[in-house]
């Protein structure tokens, strides 16, 4: 029966947690969970689909010999946080993942998925999964439903986009950590010209490699480590597999995959910050204009007393609009206004109301906004940096809010 096989696949019992697990431990898990896996795959046998053909539980081998240090407790990375299945094919690694405990959600785009989506549905049917399913256009506008990933997996994807920078610069705002695997090469076809000290991308021509249409962008190992900087990434862990010194964009026989555990330099490893009304997109990688009302949410530590939200006040705001006051709330609560008689970066401290803790909700307002559609369309309030590199050395976090 269907229904037998399902049951078996459930959440995996340890005395540990998921985020306790070493990557050693996931690797022996995965392999359990495979064997389970293809066993309802095969009692399902859909006539009118076929499945993925290749085998996701294998990444966890190379993840294996990638993380180093307290980063093979992988899992742990994700600090409690939602993760995302990108390019989920039939769901293995998202279900795999759930069965540890965890709140996963998969995304494809069904246009380039081997099935249309089709296998992931009917596996989560078949499991009575929680996962959920998203389909989206990597290459296009990205809509995700959580403002904030814990984990974000990005496994073989990064060559099937034709606008890799975008996709990586969208998810270095929203998600912690990244697991990304991607092919890369050393030389040219016919192995022409040497990439191994240049950043560059080999443009493949349709059907080139694999006859697959959807191959687009090699990467030579310099361009990969500089595209993922300049998205905003921070590289952690780093190795290829494969064919490595012989490898060539379209010949898979010279095959080189680069697997990387990176940190985003846009979203605070430490606070769980998430932006809530009021913000305008994120601008250089960098920082973001506000309207004059604003708000966000993060999480306080047991026994927070005080918070400092940090800030800049542009020359030209100041110019037009003089001294700022900026009133606050925390869950409801009024905290103390403050007034800003300068340009240049701020900082707004307060206690907090006693009793708040767990997730903080904190509402900002300005007396005054700047709307100049001669300068710019959008109500303009003040600039607030979120790049970890960027942050000012006073601050006890790396966010542009610290509650302690």
């Keep these: 029966m269907l229904s037998r096989i399902a049951r078996r696949i459930e959440r995996l019992l340890d005395t540990r947690t998921a985020e306790e697990l070493d990557i050693s431990d996931l690797l022996a898990r995965s392999i359990e969970f495979r064997g389970r896996f293809e066993a309802l795959q095969r009692e399902l046998n859909p006539g009118h689909f076929r499945w993925y053909p290749y085998n996701s539980f294998a990444n966890f081998a190379h993840f294996d010999r990638l993380l180093t240090g307290e980063r093979r407790r992988l899992l742990a990375l994700a600090r409690g946080g939602p993760v995302i299945d990108i390019g989920c094919a039939d769901g293995a690694l998202a279900f795999f993942l759930e ?48 403002p904030f990933y814990g984990l974000a997996f990005f496994l073989g994807i990064l060559y099937h986009l034709k606008n890799p920078f975008h996709a990586l610069e969208t998810l270095a705002s929203r998600s912690r950590y990244l697991v990304l695997s991607t092919r890369i090469a050393r ?27 959807t191959n687009f ?92 939200f940090f800030f800049s006040i542009p020359g030209e705001v100041f110019g037009r609009l003089g001294p700022l006051t900026l009133s606050a709330r925390v869950n409801g609560a009024p905290l103390p206004p403050r007034i800003f008689t300068a340009a240049g970066p701020q900082r707004y401290a307060a206690a907090l109301p006693p009793g708040v803790a767990g997730d903080l909700r904190l509402e900002f307002e300005l007396d005054k906004g700047l709307r100049d559609p001669g300068l710019d369309a959008r109500e303009l309030g003040v600039q ?21």
């Excluded at 030389?187 to 249409?213: F, I, M």
């Excluded at 990176?262 to 309207?291: C, F, I, K, M, P």
């Excluded at 979120?386 to 509650?403: G, N």
């Design 384 to 404: 607030v940096c979120f790049s970890r590199d960027d942050a000012h050395d006073e601050r006890r976090c790396s966010a542009p809010l610290c509650v302690y």
């Design 217 to 308: 962008w090699i990467f030579s190992d310099a361009g990969l480590r500089r595209l993922l900087g300049r998205a905003g990434w921070r590289v952690l862990d780093y190795q290829v597999f494969g064919s490595g010194e012989a490898s060539e964009p379209a010949d898979g026989d010279a095959d080189a995959r680069a697997f990387c555990l990176a940190q985003s330099r846009l979203v605070d490893a430490e606070t769980n910050l998430r932006l809530l009304g009021g913000w305008h997109e994120l601008e250089y990688r960098t920082w973001r204009w506000t309207e004059r009302r604003f708000s966000l949410a993060a999480d306080a530590p047991e026994g927070a007393t005080a918070l400092e």
């Design 99 to 146: 069965s540890l405990g965890l709140r996963v959600h998969a995304l494809d785009h069904p246009a380039s998925n081997y099935n249309r989506m089709q296998g992931v549905a009917a596996l989560k049917q078949a499991l009575s999964s929680d996962v959920e399913i998203l389909a989206a256009d990597l290459d296009r506008e990205i809509h995700l439903p959580e």
């Design 187 to 213: 030389y040219t076809p016919g192995r022409r010209t040497d990439l191994a000290e240049e950043p560059v991308a080999y443009l493949l021509e349709e059907g080139e490699a694999n006859r697959d249409w």
